[in-house]
């Protein structure tokens, strides 16, 4: 939300969520007139109503509903929202417990303070399908806070403590985030296709044949990653061959494949970023349904899954098939999401939101050799809809798979979750 250029505030007297909101330019429409003391050193504009800036809904990238068991027409605001927000804005809702609605309005009555002692009754089921009614989807719940009241270092604590599981669900607040369901996606958008290679000699030939299968407006950009043997001279040499194909080849920085594909993604000129790994173990009609997933839905984000669709037999090492299951399961946790597959190679998304994804990876402090985790992650974080796609695997037809020293991977890739549940879930 702090990067917001355009917002728009609908709240009831909160003044602990005003504080948190920086925006480029912010419209508020307040109950509570203290409220507005709170924005004074902002550029922001008093409205009375949603139709005061209904003109302008389009531009805003953040829409925030606070305490929305004391608003009033609900059902018909976010309704009105639904129909005229923008792709890419976020419409955040902020709603109390009913448990502690109780022991809010008891202390309101023992103390004879002021405010409002009704409230719409809104379990968090009722809202799910006023959501749905308004055409928003889900992106994130997030439950925060237990200690209203603050005691010092205490309240910090015991606050941290009560965002895990199973204890988030005595907590005071729900945040949810949502995001528009139809969107309108444009057929023409360039695609650009990264593809990591590093000594892959054997395997570029390969593409011969499946570049012109994928029928596209596409450039295809190949990374040679300092590789020890004949790839970059195949590669110079399968350009030359579909010279009437968009094909770039750049010399990655020889550090790890996350390295390799990230300036890949700095190169390309295309709408939607497709990431696919030089071993062609997904095919390429998998990787253009997939593409097309993403023109056709809601969906930010593309995580294509090899663990739905069963498997040849020698297809995947059983160490790196039960460390898919492994890691699935930890960013299902991680995600409050089900998910089947982590590192698969083929993601897709689209370019515009890649600076604020690579941003987030930047912070994580942990570095992920292989980028999986840095792009879920980062498209998490973001707020971004990450849909997964199954595909079929097929067994490497040339070379040696890349995935080799299993446990020191293994073990930098369980830090790297550690670090983001405690990134996501509790710090912050």
């Known amino acids: 939300v702090n990067k917001s250029k355009k917002l728009a505030f609908f709240g009831c007297g909160n003044l602990l969520i005003t504080k948190k909101i920086l925006s480029d330019?912010?419209?508020?429409?307040?109950?509570?007139?203290?409220?507005?003391?709170?924005?004074?050193?902002?550029?922001?504009?008093?409205?009375?109503?949603?139709?005061?800036f209904e003109n302008q809904v389009s531009e805003f990238d953040h829409i925030i509903f606070a305490d929305i068991e004391h608003q009033k027409n609900i059902s018909t605001n976010l309704l009105n929202i639904g129909k005229i927000i923008d792709d890419d804005c976020r419409v955040i809702v902020i709603s109390k417990s009913l448990i502690w609605h109780t022991f809010i309005n008891w202390y309101k009555r023992l103390s004879k303070k002021t405010g409002?002692?009704?409230?719409?009754?809104?379990?968090?089921?009722?809202?799910?399908?006023?959501?749905?009614?308004?055409?928003?989807?889900?992106?994130?719940?997030?439950?925060?806070?237990?200690?209203?009241?603050?005691?010092?270092?205490?309240?910090?604590?015991i606050n941290l403590i009560f965002r895990l599981p199973v204890l988030n669900f005595f907590c005071l607040l729900n945040i949810t985030v949502l995001k528009k369901k139809i969107v309108k996606n444009s057929n023409e958008q360039k695609i650009s296709v990264i593809i990591p290679c590093k000594n892959e000699e054997d395997n570029i030939k390969l593409f011969k044949e499946e570049i012109p299968?994928?029928?596209?407006?596409?450039?295809?950009?190949?990374?040679?990653?300092?590789?020890?043997?004949?790839?970059?001279?195949?590669?110079?040499?399968?350009?030359?061959?579909?010279?009437?194909?968009?094909?770039?080849?750049?010399?990655?920085?020889?550090?790890?494949?996350?390295?390799?594909v990230y300036k890949g993604i700095e190169y390309s000129t295309g709408d939607i970023i497709a990431i696919y790994d030089a071993d062609l173990t997904v095919s390429f009609n998998d990787m253009k349904k997939s593409i097309d997933y993403l023109k056709q839905t809601n969906s930010d984000f593309i995580n294509c899954s090899r663990m739905v669709i069963p498997q040849r037999t020698n297809a995947m090492k059983s160490?790196?098939?039960?460390?898919?299951?492994?890691?699935?399961?930890?960013?299902?946790?991680?995600?409050?999401?089900?998910?089947?597959?982590?590192?698969?190679?083929?993601?897709?998304?689209?370019?515009?939101?890649?600076?604020?994804?690579?941003?987030?990876?930047?912070?994580?402090?942990?570095?992920?050799?292989?980028?999986?985790?840095?792009?879920?992650?980062?498209?998490?974080?973001?707020?971004?809809?990450?849909?997964?796609?199954?595909?079929?695997?097929?067994?490497?037809?040339?070379?040696?798979?890349?995935?080799?020293n299993v446990i020191k991977n293994a073990l930098r890739m369980l830090m790297i979750v550690i670090n983001s549940y405690y990134r996501l879930r509790i710090k912050n």
């Open 25 to 52: 330019k912010i419209y508020v429409n307040e109950v509570n007139d203290l409220i507005f003391d709170e924005f004074k050193n902002q550029n922001y504009e008093k409205i009375e109503n949603l139709s005061d």
């Open 116 to 157: 409002p002692l009704r409230n719409n009754y809104l379990p968090f089921s009722n809202l799910k399908q006023i959501f749905i009614n308004s055409n928003l989807d889900v992106l994130r719940n997030e439950k925060i806070i237990i200690m209203p009241f603050h005691i010092p270092y205490i309240s910090k604590i």
């Open 213 to 260: 299968k994928l029928n596209l407006k596409v450039e295809f950009l190949f990374g040679d990653d300092k590789s020890e043997d004949d790839t970059l001279n195949k590669l110079n040499r399968l350009k030359e061959e579909l010279s009437n194909h968009d094909i770039k080849i750049y010399n990655g920085p020889g550090i790890c494949k996350s390295e390799n």
């Open 319 to 404: 160490s790196n098939y039960f460390g898919n299951i492994f890691f699935a399961f930890m960013f299902s946790i991680l995600f409050k999401n089900k998910i089947t597959d982590t590192l698969c190679g083929t993601k897709i998304f689209y370019k515009k939101d890649w600076l604020n994804i690579k941003n987030y990876s930047n912070e994580l402090g942990i570095k992920d050799l292989w980028g999986d985790f840095d792009l879920l992650i980062g498209a998490y974080k973001n707020n971004l809809k990450i849909s997964e796609v199954p595909v079929f695997y097929l067994e490497r037809k040339e070379e040696e798979t890349k995935m080799t």
